[in-house]
């Protein structure tokens, strides 16, 4: 059976009560496999959306942590803060950190391992730009990106590993990739992924498509062998738009 994970990555909106009365309607509106799907909320929300979600089933978690497990980081949250908090997921080195928050695949491949060690599911971000993309040189940029954010991790530790290809010139774009481009790229990580570690690693890796995944378009992309799911952004901050494409997942296992 396929595996399907649907992440709503709300970036820096909802405050906690807006966080409560999303999360009420959502556990209503998720009819199937709840375990397949996952908020990704701001810090400030997670213990609000924690205790809203009790015995939904539905997953949730952070969207970026510091690699270090405490000290003189002002602003910061560490590992061990979010395991006491009880999170499911991470994500870490979406393309917005990367490009407004200095985030490196150095400071990604700390932070990955830092969940690792705490056993929280990172959802590491990938892909590239347009002038990239553009250039066709998309699988060499993501390639490396791959080979670096890995660097030092064990095939164990990998395959626990979430990967999204996020296109950077399709998130909050409205532009989104054809169902074929977002395969492709998810297919050449995976063989990635294989050449890394081993077969077994790469066909069992959990990779899904971000960027202006939406109701209308989640199917199609959904249906594609190597896309395992949808790390969505404006789609996700509607309950009504974000349980269609559970739903979209759910019809497909
Ligand atoms: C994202 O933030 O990861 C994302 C894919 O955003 P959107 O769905 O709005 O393009």
Redesign the pocket.
Known sequence: MKKFLIAG?W?MNKTTQESEAFVRELKAKVKSNPEDVAVLVPFVDLHAVKNTLEGSGIKFGAQNVHFEPAGAFTGEVSVPMLKEIGVDYCVIG?S?RREYFNETDETVNKKLKALLAADITPIL?VGESLEIREKGEEQSFVGGQLVADFEGISAIDAAKIVI?Y?PIW????GKTATPEQAEDMCAFIRGVISGIYDQATGDAMLILY????NAGNAKELLEKPDINGG??????LKTEDFSIIAEAAASLK
Not at 170 to 173: F, K, L, S, V
Not at 210 to 213: K, V
């Open positions: 990555n970036k979406h917005e971000c999204a996020e399709a998130i909050g774009t971000g960027g202006s995944m790390l969505i952004g404006g789609a996700s």
